[in-house]
């Protein structure tokens, strides 16, 4: 099946889906397609339900009674029933979902199902008998579930469809350079601003009402920061959907501490006021809702730095939430003129980091972060972006490169001899740095003395989105 012309990119995803639709009918098959919110899941799978004829039902946050009437008045919708069935339960609406099917071999969607299963926490593990059971009966049944990240968890370890699915497909954010492409936008300078506000979200353009940056300030003014326009509220639906309610309140102020550049949980507890092992709990629980991501200093592995996951939380953080009250009563150009240094150092220029760390994973190793303590001037040297080659047993740890980013700043000698001193405190710790390439990757430019440097690479906005 050809992609359908409204479906920007997705071309992998879509060949993914389709191989599925064309195994219909040949015998019993479960797929899981699963991907954080506004990623396009549901735009995607009513389109392939479409063009193979399947049924596709879209669960809503309802009770089970609800839910079996809704999904009840579809499969009678779907079948040209007149007279909808009524379903006393699930394990009766499955075998009875299950049945009809075999018989039609027509595609089977489920959207949403994890809100099926918070009002029927069974519901899983009655789907996986009915599976079992289509396999033993040869029956021709193929089964899409469709919903967030926690998806997975149905088939881990001990989970009831551990083991029964033949695709497990992950939608992700449209990278960078994809995203630039998605929002119309050849100036990359305004493309990198861009993205640090709201990231590679399919669904943030209709949400900003189609409405494309040109000139970044104005655009910011009149669409992220304005009551009118659904984007704005966006961070707050999606906090609200995600943190536990008992202690909301922590959360959002361990959220604002990450968002301000405290990564480590000490530097955490002392922003927000509590206890490190309290403040423990929040950051587990925040990783698994995939607003926190946790990742290892590369240099120090028994260390791990928190970041943002979602590039619209960090702004909301620190550019919306501490001025709520203004955004709301219409003063957005006061807001957005007094907030443009917090932008930079919090939101855009760890952003640009990690564009940069993006970049860097095109080459075949490890890339991180990390800090590099040295003894002698007791100093710390941060490195945005450290590339490490596969680990080979019995050798020293090979370093293809040491790379610092910035985005504001013109870079030059300066720079480089920060990472010329790393180099050499990584050498005497014992790593291999014999072929390491220094590299500043900059949104502003570089100073001319870096192309005298043979050990130097300079990697600009040119190169990142070439």
Partial sequence: MTKPAEIFA??????????????????????????????????????????????????????????????????????????????????????RLF?????RRELIVLDDFPNLCKSSPALPSITRREIDRAVLGNAPVSLLLCGTPDMGRLLENDAP????????????????????????????????RTHATVGGTPAYLPFAGGDGPDD????????????AIPLFWEARWLLTEELPGPDRATYHSVLAAVAAGNGTKDTIAARVGGEVAGIGHCLRTLEDCRLLRRGPDVFRPSRSHYRIHEPLIAFYENIMRPHWGLLESGRARDVWTGSAATFDDRVLGPHFAKMCRQFAMSSSGEVGSGVVTDPVRREQIQIDVAVFAPAMPGE??????????KWGKTMGSGHVARLRRARDVLD???????????????????????ARERDVRAVGLGELYG
């Avoid at 551990?162 to 119309?184: D, K, N, Q, S, T």
């Avoid at 300030?217 to 304005?226: A, I, S």
Wanted: hydrophobic share 45%; net charge positive; charged share 25%.
């Fill in 10 to 95: 997705r071309d992998a995803e879509w060949a993914a889906l389709t191989a599925f639709a064309e195994r219909v009918g040949a015998g019993t098959q479960l797929g899981i397609v699963r991907g954080s919110r506004r990623q396009g899941k549901t735009f995607l799978t009513v389109s392939l339900a479409r063009r193979t004829g399947g049924f596709h039902f879209c669960a809503a946050q309802a009770t089970e009674k609800e839910s079996l009437s809704l999904f009840s008045a579809a499969l009678a919708e779907h079948t040209g029933v007149s007279a909808p069935t009524g379903f006393r339960n699930w394990e009766t609406a499955i075998r």
């Fill in 99 to 103: 049945a009809i099917f075999a018989e």
């Fill in 161 to 192: 469809l551990r083991g029964r699915a033949v695709l497990e497909l992950v939608l992700h954010p449209f990278a960078f350079r994809r995203a630039a492409e998605y929002w119309g936008m050849t100036d990359r300078r305004l493309a990198v």
């Fill in 216 to 227: 970044f300030d104005d655009w910011v003014r009149r669409t992220v920061l304005n009551p």
């Fill in 396 to 405: 020293r740890r090979r370093i293809l490169s040491l790379g610092e980013a």
């Fill in 428 to 450: 005497a710790k014992g790593y291999d740095v014999s072929d390491t390439v220094l590299t500043c990757y900059s949104g502003a430019g570089f100073d001319a003395s870096l």
